[in-house]
């Protein structure tokens, strides 16, 4: 039900499956909404990676996860991100990147350039289970990357 003179995200039930989500996973700490919960668009989780991936990792990191899904084509970001390190990978669709096709796995280091690559996209899969999917590989995707 929408209130008056307050904007209803269209993704609100989405972000609370996520954030929910998240708050149940053990390692995944202050999970939260931002810019806050009443105007929510992402959620947000610190990680703590020896709870999380059940090793020591070295840093801590944080979980951003963000849909828009009320344009004419749908908006998202997964990103793990490691402030100490400055570095981090996710999956984007957006519009930034078009030569990548709808959807891009893009990895950020602190001393090399940001490097993309066509990301795999599903036309009619639902946004929860995209994130579904692409949370459950970021351990192995971890254990790929040659930080």
Not at 49 to 68: C, H, M, N, Q, T
Not at 128 to 140: D, G, L, M, N, Q
Request: with cysteine; net charge negative; charged share 30%.
């Amino acid at each position: 039900m929408a209130i008056f003179g307050v904007w209803t995200p269209v993704e609100r039930k989405l972000l609370e499956r996520v954030h929910d989500r998240l708050a149940g996973t053990g390692g995944c700490t202050s999970v939260r909404y931002a810019p806050s919960r009443i105007d929510a668009n992402e959620v947000l989780a610190d990680v703590d990676p020896v709870v999380f991936l059940g090793r020591d990792y070295g840093a801590d990191a944080r979980i951003r996860v963000e849909f828009d899904l009320s344009g004419d084509s749908p908006h998202y970001w997964i990103q793990w991100w490691e402030p100490e390190r400055e570095r981090g990978f996710g999956w984007h669709c957006d519009e930034t990147e078009p030569e990548y096709g709808p959807v891009h796995f893009q990895v950020e280091y602190p001393d090399r350039p940001t490097e993309r690559e066509k990301a795999a996209y599903i036309e009619d899969e639902h946004p929860y289970r995209t994130f579904e999917r692409h949370f459950a590989s970021i351990e192995s995707t971890i254990d790929e990357l040659s930080w």
